[in-house]
């Protein structure tokens, strides 16, 4: 299984950023898809997550209200759109297969994602 993520950058505050994930070697439509970041020196955090299906969603408390999570399942792709960036959201982002087929609802659970893109820098400037 493979994930590759990109879109990553650096913009000014207040920027847009759309970050996208292919997925190859798993039947994505099976499975939610999830993004994480993280700082160096810092645990992993949850970002967003999106079921198999798009139906359900989740985010982080510091990111709601300006990202947003989709999924083209015939693409087996998965985007986060980010807005009105703020330089805290500086960071290195994840994204990440949920290890369990056709879950109900989405985990923001990290060790619930067993496969793991290689990580898209994006960096933010007040």
């Known amino acids: 299984v493979q994930l590759q993520a990109s879109g990553g950058g650096s913009v000014q505050a207040g920027d847009s950023l759309r970050l996208s994930c292919v997925v190859s070697?798993?039947?994505?439509?099976?499975?939610?898809m999830g993004w994480f970041r993280q700082d160096p020196g810092k645990e992993r955090e949850f970002v967003a997550a999106i079921s198999w299906s798009g139906g359900d969603t989740a985010f982080a408390d510091s990111v709601k209200g300006r990202f947003t999570i989709s999924r083209d399942n015939a693409k087996n792709t998965v985007y986060l759109q980010m807005n009105s960036l703020k330089p805290e959201d500086t960071a290195v982002y994840y994204c990440?297969?949920?290890?369990?087929?056709?879950?109900?609802?989405?985990?923001?659970?990290?060790?619930?994602?067993?496969?793991w893109g290689q990580g898209t820098e994006v960096t933010v400037s007040s």
């Open positions: 990440a297969t949920d290890r369990v087929e056709w879950r109900h609802s989405v985990t923001t659970y990290r060790f619930s994602y067993d496969y």
């Open positions: 070697g798993r039947t994505f439509s099976r499975h939610a």
